[in-house]
């Protein structure tokens, strides 16, 4: 079973929508999630973290988790062109606070 | 936010070679780490390089084949050591932040003939 598990798209969603990214990790104890977004033949940038369960707001993404459900997302509202790209979720594992697994990434398109 | 730079950007090796990428952060940092991401893949980690110690290497990658260097808590040094073509990939270096992010540095694009 993989430890960090996204849908890998593409996700095609029109200009100016809403865009929903999932993510589901297998470790209970995990304690650190983060969002980043890997423009095609750049290095991932890290756009959300998030810690607790809730909601987390940042101009025009949302992080949501929810560790009972282990469960983490990432909202994009009034999505442009320029958010096309692969978002990658990770996830500490195995309680090791400083390494993070990798899911496989899922790709966003915005179409005009 | 790290500041992270890495050499060379990219490089064409023949087989049997070995090639040794640098990476520089902008600031002092306790953890550095190292990934490799093939086309269209994600991130697999390498090892984890700290200052003063040991790497600590992931299942399926060994210190023959990938010595790292940590000399100090700017700077670390990866290796890939007779190379052959299974070894063409993305290599990424990252540092840890506070919180247990990390910032990636622009990689290196290794291509091995």
């Known amino acids: 079973q993989k430890e960090v598990e996204q849908n890998s798209g593409p996700l095609s969603v029109p200009e100016g929508a809403i865009a929903s990214l999932n993510c589901t990790y297998s470790?209970?104890?995990?304690?650190?999630f983060f969002w980043y977004r890997q423009y095609s033949g750049k290095s991932p940038e890290l756009i959300m973290s998030?810690?607790?369960?809730g909601d987390k707001e940042d101009g025009r993404f949302t992080a949501q988790l929810n560790k009972a459900s282990q469960y983490v997302s990432l909202l994009i509202r009034d999505s442009q062109p320029s958010d096309s790209a692969t978002y990658l979720c990770?996830?500490?594992?195995?309680?090791?606070?400083?390494?993070?697994?990798f899911g496989t990434g899922t790709r966003l398109q915005v179409t005009l | 936010s790290a500041v992270i730079s890495q050499k060379p950007s990219r490089d064409i090796c023949q087989r049997g070679t070995s090639l040794t990428i640098q990476c520089q952060v902008d600031?002092?940092?306790?953890?550095m780490f190292w990934y490799r991401q093939q086309p269209g893949q994600s991130l697999t980690l390498i090892a984890t390089?700290?200052?003063?110690?040991?790497?600590?290497?992931e299942s399926g990658f060994v210190i023959d084949k990938f010595p790292i260097s940590r000399p100090n808590l700017t700077f670390s040094t990866l290796t890939v050591s007779n190379m052959s073509p299974e070894d063409s990939s993305i290599y990424l270096c990252?540092?840890?932040?506070?919180?247990?992010?990390?910032?990636f540095g622009p990689g290196t694009r290794l291509t091995v003939t």
């Open positions: 600031s002092q940092v306790t953890m």
């Open positions: 390089a700290n200052q003063g110690s040991e790497a600590t290497y």
């Open positions: 990770a996830v500490n594992i195995d309680g090791t606070a400083s390494k993070l697994t």
């Open positions: 990252s540092a840890g932040g506070e919180r247990y992010e990390q910032y």
């Open positions: 998030i810690y607790s369960n």
């Open positions: 470790d209970r104890v995990s304690q650190s």
